[in-house]
């Protein structure tokens, strides 16, 4: 594992466990800042439950988290007040309009001028035309942008995508995707969950593989690929592709044997 100097999320040992069943035994890795960083992993390998840790809604049982250089367990006034965490659905008030659930969300965080920032967000993430509307009518990619737009009232340094496009279609997909190589670009530190190969391989400048519990390799698209031999098809190369690579690395057995998001709410 590489170890940063100055990351904006560092991960160690992290463990956590629901009655009998262990969903973290002893994550560790570094994010750097202004990076895309990808948990990948199959339904119930504990993405969820590592960034509800990191976002200081679940205690863990062992481990250490900082985000921003703050502790999640010790500090986490600050580190709430760095962070941003968009869940699996969309969060929007469907009786409201972008544009009021925007200020709505201003208002709730004590920010100044509510109207301005909205339509600054608006624009940023091109829903101008459809601010006035009820966000009953917006596509699902128009939803989830406006949800990730509503997350970033307030300015926070790093933000936590879980599942950001679970249910889209192909098209709002790529506006989702779009959206969040955007907020990189602009500085943002991002760290999104997902169990699409091709989310990761798209997005993520690394990429960690979560399986049973354990970060089982973590590193760039490149350097997952080097871990397998190029196919040889008469004499042209083929480079592995991420899907082969998760694929050999957590075997046959695609799915976790628990499901610890259940665990977790039950």
Do not use: C
């Not at 829903?127 to 509503?150: N, V």
């Amino acid at each position: 594992m590489t170890t940063l100097t100055n990351p904006a999320i560092s991960v160690r040992g992290l463990e956590k466990s629901f009655k009998e069943v262990k969903v973290l035994r002893g994550v560790d890795f570094d994010v750097d800042r202004g990076s895309i960083f990808a948990l990948l992993g199959s339904n119930g390998a504990g993405k969820t439950t590592a960034v509800r840790i990191m976002a200081t809604l679940l205690h863990a049982d062992a481990g250490d988290v900082t985000i921003e250089g703050f502790d999640v367990a010790a500090q986490s006034g600050q580190v709430r007040a760095a962070i941003s965490l968009t869940g699996q659905f969309a969060a929007v008030d469907e009786i409201l309009t972008g544009r009021e659930n925007l200020i709505l969300v201003a208002k709730l965080r004590h920010q100044k001028d509510a109207a301005r920032i909205a339509d600054d967000l608006l624009a940023r993430f091109d829903l101008t035309e459809a601010g006035g509307r009820r966000t009953s009518t917006y596509s699902g990619g128009m939803r989830r942008r406006l949800d990730i737009a509503m997350s970033l009232i307030g300015e926070p340094s790093v933000v936590f995508l879980d599942e950001p496009t679970t249910g889209l279609d192909p098209q709002a997909r790529l506006e989702v995707w779009d959206t969040v190589k955007k907020l990189a670009a602009a500085g943002t530190t991002v760290l999104l969950t997902t169990q699409y190969l091709d989310e990761a391989e798209q997005l993520a400048d690394r990429i960690a593989i979560l399986h049973r519990g354990r970060i089982i390799q973590n590193g760039t698209l490149a350097e997952l690929k080097a871990l397998l031999p190029p196919a040889k098809v008469e004499y042209v190369e083929k480079q592995p592709t991420l899907e082969d690579v998760f694929l050999t690395l957590v075997g046959d057995d695609g799915t976790e044997q628990e499901n610890t998001e259940k665990v977790e709410e039950s």
